[in-house]
């Protein structure tokens, strides 16, 4: 192994491998129900088939009526539930409809009074404001009309979506097929959980938060095993994994004398795109494609490992995966107290945001093999490597990666 990484700098490494994924060849599509959809990527628009509304209809429970008629006494006609399929015939003047909230409105009604703006009177009904016409109805196709695109290919299905798939009628979707993603470790001191540890052994956490981390975010993988610290046993290992779109190891790729993963994978053809990243935690990653898979080698230590997942790999699984919003966005937060940085080089800081303030979790005193960290933050800031110190009440960006709930209420109105 060489004595040193050339470390590519964050921006770069991050925009490299957005490209690279360009280079790896996408799957087809295939048809799914829509009610097993949640966590897939549309691969074709959804173009609106039902008006939304498709009928004009009442928002309220009250009074279906004329514009004259706001003035007037008003005898009950008969009442217009939603789902009634009978035809109303428009009523003498004298007269109106009782409607209830989602019935159909017929064309010569102007308006809908609710119950809390009449008055009762015996067999009869008064109106207590002047409204305007179209007041509480909604109008056929005021939210989207026939033609319209609903969806576009490359969003990714939640529920929200879900809601408009539904309102379409749209019981099967086409969607991209599902990344055939590997997980793998390296190293002799890794037992599984299901095995027992010597105090001298460590459980494999990195393959279980990886694994896990991915079905978070709806992606399935398939958990390979522990590559062993042999380089022709990683080799033999390598060959197997033709088949999958993404291979995620980690450790073995640092330059340890046993880290021989990335010497394996050189050996089987693997085209590095960069191996070592101007981070910290996180440096010892390596990045690249083998045949058609792309290949992410993250490094061992457990921290630095979850905080690559998040930054790196679920950017790149993303835009594999077809969909379009696959970046990073960011929260402006309070930060609540003074931590250090390093210098030159951008540092992934786990902090829990609460409230609008960020606290980097141990005022950012910890290594990155340590395991607790992640479970106490909710997000992690990366700095810029421009400033020593993070002052309190500084204004910084955050990246939340997961929303924790807090214990105590906050105000959280505006
Ligand atoms: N001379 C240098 N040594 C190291 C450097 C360096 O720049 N120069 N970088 C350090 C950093 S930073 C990291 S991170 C590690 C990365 O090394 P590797 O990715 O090759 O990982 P390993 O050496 O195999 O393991 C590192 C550490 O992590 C533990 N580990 C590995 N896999 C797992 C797993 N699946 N679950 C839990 N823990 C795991 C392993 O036991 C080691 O303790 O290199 C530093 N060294
Ligand atoms: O990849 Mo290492 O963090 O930089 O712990």
């Not at 037992?191 to 399935?220: H, R, T």
């Not at 010497?263 to 693997?270: M, N, S, T, V, Y």
Request: hydrophobic share 40%; net charge neutral; glycine share 6%.
């Amino acid at each position: 192994m060489k004595k040193s990484l050339n470390y590519v700098n964050f921006d770069l490494a991050y925009n490299l491998g957005l490209k690279l994924c360009e280079e790896i060849k996408r799957k087809d599509s295939e048809n799914i129900a829509t009610l097993d959809s949640l966590g897939r990527v549309l691969s074709k628009d959804i173009v609106c088939i039902k008006n939304l509304p498709s009928f004009n209809n009442s928002a309220m429970d009250g009074y279906a009526i004329r514009v004259e008629d706001l003035k007037k006494s008003l005898k009950i006609e008969d009442t217009i539930f939603a789902g009634d399929k009978r035809e109303f015939k428009e009523p003498k003047s004298e007269y109106c409809y009782k409607i209830m909230t989602g019935a159909s409105v017929p064309d010569f009604v102007d308006l809908v009074v609710p119950y809390e703006l009449c008055e009762s009177l015996e067999n009869e009904v008064k109106f207590t404001k002047d409204l305007k016409r179209g007041s509480n109805i909604r109008l056929k196709g005021e939210e989207h009309k026939i033609g319209e695109i609903l969806l576009k290919k490359g969003d990714k299905i939640d529920s929200s979506l879900i809601s408009l798939l539904v309102s379409q009628g749209v019981k099967e979707l086409e969607v991209y097929k599902k990344l055939n993603i590997a997980i793998i470790s390296s190293g002799n001191e890794l037992k599984e959980p299901w095995e027992e540890a010597s105090e001298e052994e460590i459980y494999n956490i990195n393959s279980f938060f990886i694994k896990s981390f991915l079905e978070e975010n709806y992606f399935s993988s398939s958990y390979l095993g522990v590559v062993p610290d042999n380089l022709e046993k990683s080799i033999e290992f390598i060959k197997k994994l033709e088949n999958y779109d993404v291979i995620i190891t980690s450790g073995g790729v640092s330059m340890g004398d046993a880290d021989f993963l990335a010497k394996a994978f050189l050996d089987c053809g693997l085209e590095v795109t960069f191996h070592g990243v101007n981070l910290k935690p996180g440096r010892a990653m390596m990045l690249g494609k083998l045949k058609n898979s792309l290949v992410l080698a993250l490094p061992g230590n457990p921290l630095a490992n979850a905080i690559n997942s998040h930054i790196f790999l679920l950017p790149l699984l993303k835009k594999l995966q077809g969909e379009t919003k696959f970046n990073h966005d960011f929260i402006e937060c309070k930060n609540s107290k003074d931590f250090g940085v390093k210098l030159d080089r951008v540092e992934a800081v786990l902090g829990f945001v609460e409230n609008g303030k960020f606290q980097a979790t141990k005022d950012n005193k910890y290594g990155s093999a340590m395991i607790s960290l992640l479970y106490l933050s909710n997000s992690i800031a990366l700095t810029s490597g421009k400033s020593a110190l993070i002052k309190d009440s500084d204004t910084i960006k955050v990246l939340p990666f997961i929303k924790k709930y807090i214990e105590n209420r906050v105000d959280f109105l505006n």
